[in-house]
């Protein structure tokens, strides 16, 4: 099975049916051939968000949310050491400390994330999107 990490806004736009993630990208996501995994670092990001306000996100509050995802076929990754190292000694070509982790994890899998954010590219990771 083909394994592929989703970055948190791609994440986003999927769960509310957003126009601006391509009908393609969504069925990349909805592939059953695929693994689509999601970093618990996105879920924190989201529900940082959502508590100063600047996401309206409803299941960002709920306590249930990483299993709401993994009822809708999205498998949760910790954030685990090693990631964390890689991830800060990463180039600084992005700064974002959560899009960071989501680099570092695909590099260490040697997966491509979904991600529409060009700066991505700078790294020696796929990028899909």
Same mark, same amino acid.
């Given at each position: 099975m083909i394994e592929q990490l989703?970055?948190?806004r791609v994440l986003l736009l999927f769960l509310q049916n957003d126009p601006a993630? +391509?009908?393609?990208?969504?069925r990349?996501?909805?592939?059953?051939?695929? %693994?689509? !995994?999601? +970093?618990?670092a996105s879920l924190w990001e989201l529900a940082q968000k959502e508590a %100063?306000? !600047?996401?309206l996100f409803e299941p960002a509050k709920r306590p249930d949310f990483p299993r709401v995802l993994l009822e809708q076929?999205?498998?949760?990754?910790?954030?685990e050491w090693g990631i964390m190292r890689r991830a800060a000694s990463l180039p600084l070509h992005h700064?974002?400390?959560?899009?960071?982790?989501?680099?570092?994890?695909a590099i260490a899998r040697?997966?491509?994330?979904?991600?529409l954010d060009?700066?991505?590219d700078l790294y020696q990771v796929e990028r899909v999107g």
């Open positions: 989703l970055d948190t993630l +391509s009908d393609d990208i969504a990349q996501i909805e592939d059953p051939g695929r %693994r689509s !995994l999601v +970093s618990m %100063r306000g !600047l996401l076929g999205f498998d949760i990754l910790p954030v700064t974002d400390p959560t899009d960071r982790l989501l680099i570092a994890e040697n997966i491509p994330i979904i991600s060009q700066r991505f």
